[in-house]
């Protein structure tokens, strides 16, 4: 069984920084990728950072420039460390972890909130 379990979220006010951190733990398999969507009250959960094991890494166009995502494949750790935070950003935070051999996983995720 791998767990998935973030931590740093919380309240922020409009301009300000989170750094977000998702360690695994469990049987953890090689994971090809490892990321972070969120979801806003009402919306879709949406894509907003991605890392592959390669270091490809893409991001949703409304956070590039202001999220920088990395990872730590020894500790089985991915961040994203985000800055210049709007209201928008407002959301519940998830980390998601793909396996090699394509099983998913998703963390319960940690809730950001932008207000001032």
């Known amino acids: 069984q791998v767990q998935l379990v973030e931590s740093g979220g919380g309240l922020v006010q409009p301009g300000g920084s989170l750094t977000l951190s998702c360690v695994a733990s469990?049987?953890?398999?090689?994971?090809?990728?490892m990321g972070w969507y969120r979801q806003a009250p009402g919306k879709q959960r949406e894509l907003v950072a991605r890392?592959?094991?390669?270091?490809?890494?893409k991001y949703a166009d409304s956070v590039k420039g202001r999220f920088t995502i990395s990872r730590d494949n020894a500790e089985n750790t991915v961040y994203v460390n985000m800055n210049n935070l709007k209201l928008e950003d407002t959301a519940v935070y998830y980390c998601?972890?793909?396996?090699?051999?394509?099983?998913?996983?998703w963390g319960k995720g940690t809730l950001v909130t932008v207000s001032s």
């Open positions: 998601n972890a793909v396996a090699v051999n394509g099983t998913e996983y």
């Open positions: 890392i592959i094991l390669d270091g490809t890494i």
């Open positions: 469990g049987s953890i398999p090689s994971f090809y990728a």
